[in-house]
Antibody
Framework: QVQLVESGGGVVQPGRSLRLSCAAS????????IHWVRQAPGKGLEWVAV????????YYADSVKGRFTISRDNSKNTVYLQMNSLTDEDTAIYYC??????????WGQGTLVTVSS | QSALTQPASVSGSPGQSITISCTGT?????????VSWYQQHPGKAPKLMIY???NRPSGVPDRFSGSKSGNTASLTISRLQAEDEADYYC??????????FGGGTKLTVL
């Protein structure tokens, strides 16, 4: 079954860190760039970060640059998002998504991150 | 990195057509034919409806169509059905290998 499954969300205090995972199955993971997109409660979608298929390039939204790090392990078909120095503005559902023909054609179900003291 | 501009809401009756606009800049929508549209029902993940401005993925009804003129892209839904009621988001590739989304449009089927 072709799918992406996120995990690692939860409640975390401001200033702390959290690592999200995105596990892929059912397709050739190593040929696709993978993105993280987040959605704050009741708000719209916000693009967060991308890692190229081979991990050679990574790009971030200004809102997370310097705090978030995206990485991948193609041997495990998994992408990670390391989130440091979290603030309440990072509270959101985090989705990973596959990029095909410069559109997000496959999405995970999302994992909720709540930053709260 | 401001979001692409979409109307907050649109509405239409079953059988009618509606159009949702998505306005960007010469660095995103106007620069590339890489505009895509997503449908999101409450509590669900987004679903790709249109890619590369006008193309529909397999399985998306031909009632959904896309276009672009200058810095503005549009999604048209013809022959509205009750199940089309959802939030719709546009997205565009932009400079520096990043992407940007619109603020979202809530479609109400009356």
């Amino acid at each position: 079954q072709v799918q992406l499954v996120e995990s690692g969300g939860g409640v975390v205090q401001p200033g702390r860190s959290l690592r999200l995972s995105c596990a892929a199955s059912g397709f050739t993971f190593s040929i696709y760039g993978i993105h993280w997109v987040r959605q704050a409660p009741g708000k719209g979608l916000e693009w967060v970060a991308v890692i190229w298929h081979d991990g050679s390039n990574k790009y971030y939204a200004d809102s997370v640059k310097g705090r978030f790090t995206i990485s991948r392990d193609n041997s495990k078909n998994t992408v990670y998002l390391q989130m440091n120095s979290l603030t309440d503005e990072d509270t959101a559902i985090y989705y990973c998504a596959r990029l095909k023909q410069l559109a997000f054609d496959l999405w995970g179900q999302g994992t909720l991150v709540t930053v709260s003291s | 990195q401001s979001a692409l501009t979409q109307p907050a809401s649109v509405s239409g009756s079953p059988g009618q057509s509606i159009t949702i606009s998505c306005t960007g800049t010469s660095s995103d929508v106007g620069a590339y034919d890489y505009v895509s549209w997503y449908q999101q029902h409450p509590g669900k993940a987004p679903k790709l409806m249109i890619y590369e401005v006008t193309n529909r993925p397999s399985g998306v009804p031909d009632r959904f169509s896309g276009s672009k003129s200058g810095n503005t892209a549009s999604l048209t839904i013809s022959r509205l059905q009750a199940e089309d009621e959802a939030d719709y988001y546009c997205s565009s590739y932009r400079n520096s290998n990043t992407h940007i989304f619109g603020g979202g449009t809530k479609l109400t089927v009356l």
